[in-house]
C-alpha cells in the first residue's frame, strides 16, 4: 500500500504562486517589485569592524529596545542617541542609516518605521504572515528569521487553521527540511498582506529560538503612513 500523501501536496498551487529572490548585491531588491516575489534576500557578510562594535555593544546591553520614526537624514544620529555613544556607536549607527536610505529610495518614502532590538526569546516563535505592506528584517548577531517557501506552505492551518496544534504537528508544511532561515547579516525584504496584489500571498516566517547567552541583535524597518 502506498503512503498516505498529505492531503494539500495534492492541491496544484494557483497561479499567482510566489517565488524567492536571492542575491550578493542589494541590486537584487528591485525584483521586490515583481509581482511573483515575496521575499528578497540580499545576503551579506558583516565586516569585522561591525562586527566588533556590535559584539562590543552586547556585552554591556543585554535589554535594549529602541522604536522610533526615521528619516534618512535623522537615523545616523537618531541610532547613535539610542545606542548611548559607546566606542563603536558610530559603525553601527552608519550600517544602519545606509539601510535606512536604501529602504526609502526603493519604496519613495520619506520616513520610516524603525525598530533596533536585542531578543532574548523568540519574539513571535508561530509561524505567521504581517499585515504590513513590506518589512526589511536583518540580524547582526545570533540566530535569524526562519522562513517557508509559497510552495512549501498550507496556507489553511496558518493562525486558527492549526486547530491548536503546534507547527510541526499541524499540517502547514511536509516536514522540518522545509524551513529555510536567514544568515547573519542578511538583509531580506518580506513581502506582507498589505502589498496591493498580495493578499493571501504573504511571507510565511517566524522568529527562531534564541540559545542561552547568544542574544539576537535584530532590525525592522517599516512603512509608515
Known sequence: MNAAVPTH???PKPPNARRSVIGEHPASFI?????DTNIVIWQRKLNDALQESVARFLTTNTYFKSVMTVTPDSTY????EALGRFDGADIISEDVALLVDMFCCLFELKRAGLRFSVLNQAMCPRFHVDKVPCRLITTYQGVATEWLADKDVDRSKLGAGNLGKVDAESGLYRS???IQQLNQG???LLKGELWVGNENAGLVHRSPAVA???PRLMLTLDFIS
Open 9 to 11: 501536496l495534492n492541491v
Open 31 to 35: 525584483d521586490f517589485y515583481q509581482e
Open 77 to 80: 544620529e537618531a541610532v547613535i
Open 176 to 178: 522540518s527540511r522545509d
Open 186 to 188: 542578511d538583509v531580506a
Open 212 to 214: 542561552d547567552k547568544q
